[in-house]
């Protein structure tokens, strides 16, 4: 029965025709959430890369022009199923960087549908968690681009479910990724600050303004203006009592910036030199 399931997902992927057939009219007129739920199995378990591409790019077309949100939201428990089986692709070892590059804008799809409607993904969350303990893993990076590409709202929502997950070892995995050159880190820093005591955004101030993104000669200019602007979200939005040390390294941050050849540089030193001088004189 699955090598029919496979050979019927060839045909409807090599022949545009075959869309317009009765058979294929009927399965999403009567069940578009279960054909879509076969679809993802066959990405997730099909027999050859050739046919979990196929299937793929058939559940993008199904997201895109046959099965909207609502769709997905009042078939609830087909929705929890498609959930787990995109974790379950973006989690499997597989070679093939579509299906894996596929698994990521499903999981993205199905998680920004939960956090719009407030709702928690424990799986998601939860390897989210150990992605920031460890970034270098295979699929970390496939989940800290998921989260670089949250909107602002749905990243800070999502930081507020996973904050019982947090312990010193994920505070200190993050702060390994403010200090190096993971412009993501800076990202995160607004929603996550926003989770934590003014202890723990102090440290993660400091990490930030030590980051390698503002001293090395060939840090690209986009990801410093990132970073700098950051900064001076979290100088604006968090009434903290800064070291002498730390005002030093921003005063730095800036010079540096103003300094350069770059007028998206210079005007970013700009708003972080005004955040500056209302945090320090408020």
């Not at 739920?37 to 066959?42: G, Y």
């Not at 609502?70 to 078939?75: A, C, N």
């Not at 929603?191 to 840090?219: N, V």
Request: hydrophobic content about 45%.
């Amino acid at each position: 029965m699955e090598s029919q399931w496979e050979e019927f997902v060839i045909i409807l992927a090599e022949d545009d025709t075959s869309k317009s057939t009765p058979l294929y009219k009927l399965l999403i007129q009567i069940y578009p959430l279960q054909f879509l739920s076969k679809l993802l199995d066959v990405v997730d378990s099909g027999s050859t890369n050739v046919v979990k591409i196929y299937a793929s790019e058939l559940v993008q077309y199904h997201l895109e022009d046959v099965i909207n949100e609502h769709d997905l939201m009042i078939g609830g428990n087909h929705l929890n199923r498609f959930k787990e089986k995109a974790m379950s692709i973006l989690q499997a070892n597989d070679d093939c960087v579509f299906v894996k590059e596929f698994g990521q804008a499903i999981v993205s799809r199905f998680l920004g549908i939960s956090l719009e409607n407030n709702q928690q993904w424990t799986h998601f969350e939860e390897i989210a968690a150990l992605a920031i303990i460890r970034p270098h893993d295979k699929i970390s990076v496939y989940v800290l681009d998921i989260l670089a590409n949250l909107s602002d709202a749905h990243r800070v929502t999502l930081f507020r479910f996973m904050k019982p997950l947090f312990t010193r070892e994920h505070h200190k995995g993050f702060v390994e990724m403010l200090k190096s050159d993971d412009e993501r880190a800076f990202i995160f820093l607004p929603a996550l600050c926003d989770t934590l005591s003014e202890k723990q955004i102090l440290l993660f101030m400091e990490a930030a303004t030590s980051s390698s993104l503002f001293w090395r000669e060939d840090s690209p200019s986009e990801k410093k203006c990132l970073a700098a602007a950051a900064l001076a979200f979290c100088l604006r939005h968090f009434d903290m009592k800064f070291s002498s040390r730390m005002i030093l390294r921003i005063k730095r941050i800036i010079r540096v910036m103003l300094e350069a050849n770059d007028d998206e540089e210079n005007r970013v030193a700009i708003v972080l030199c005004a955040a500056l001088l209302i945090a320090c004189f408020p």
